[in-house]
């Protein structure tokens, strides 16, 4: 069920081209609301809207925000017209499904690179299981190389809308990212695709990119069951790398500041994945750690034989610590920044410089 409540904007916090972060008040309380411009359009103070305060009601820890579902006092809102160009629908079969112009649907001008395509070529695809690993990833390799060429593809697995994450707006704001690729019913990229597979060969033969990141957007699905969480599809992601003739790097969500025993060292999430999910071999990578950290990451890996089924590669990660500070970034990753989970980002660090090193054949 939804939460539906009617609120009046008293403030507008900020606006980009896609999204507006809103001051509404709702029944005597001033609460923070998104409104998604190419859904809904454009408010201004005083207008009364309709908003979603499912997540808020819940309390959810991706939450934080009301979404705004129908201005009252917008009349364009009343009747709008489909754009032309493209028949592909997201959001399916809900009051707010609408189309994109696919990359590769039949009257795309780049139809034909799908039907042609052979090989990715190894190129190297660092493929994450969050959402915070975006930024960390992306800034070391534009810090080591700023010439390099970045691409993030943006999975469904978590927020649908890519202007709902403030990482990409700074990582394009600052020239870090070069080109997005939002997939399934996720929206909003610089290229649209069907699917992990043609996101991964639009990025190689369209977009011209050198190295590309995966993860979902904010907001990952647990249960705190062994396949209970929207993250499997890391697995499958690197699958569809290595299928495609790509070199697949694995980012391990590595901790040891999470209070929950499952997410230490590497969080389960992570082993069910390297264990369960990706059937192919990928490129597993790990931070060099201090020796009892070390000590436990590799009794994970050894209890399960991933070592076995999956190249394992350790590098130093501290290079993060030098490139967040070159761009004036802070991170944060389940509320807790660089020095509370040091393990967490220097991984990051570790798979961006290997993914350039494999660019630059130095692993080869």
Known sequence: MISLESGI??????????????????????????????????????????????????????????????????????KRDVMDGGHIMKLRYTPLQFKVFATEEQESPHHKTFLEFRSLEKMPVIVGSLHSMLLPISTVLKYLRPDIKIGYIMTDAAALPIALSNTVELLKENHIIDKTITIGHAYGGDLECINIYNALIAAK????????????????????????????????????????????????????????????????????VLDKINRGRSHVIIPELEDEKKEFLYKQINNLKINEKHYIVELNGNIITEALSRYHFTVDTMGRGLEEDLAFFQTCGAAAQYGLGLLEDRFL
Do not use: W
């Open 9 to 78: 904007v008293k403030q507008i916090l900020k606006k980009n081209k896609n999204r507006m972060d809103l001051v509404v008040e709702v029944d005597g309380r001033k609460e923070k609301a998104i409104n998604y411009i190419d859904l809904t359009g454009e408010v201004k103070e005083n207008d009364k809207v309709l908003l979603n305060t499912t997540a808020m009601k819940l309390k959810l820890g991706t939450g934080g925000y009301h979404f705004v579902l129908h201005n009252f006092c917008n009349h364009d809102n009343e």
């Open 205 to 272: 033969e369209i977009a011209k990119l050198d190295i590309v990141i995966v993860t979902m957007g904010p907001g990952i699905v647990g249960t705190g069951t062994p396949f209970g969480f929207t993250g499997v599809e890391q697995g499958v992601n690197l699958d569809a790398v290595e299928l495609l003739g790509g070199t697949p790097i694995a980012v391990p969500r590595i901790s040891f500041s999470d209070f929950r025993s499952r997410h230490r060292g590497i969080s389960h999430h992570s082993l069910t």
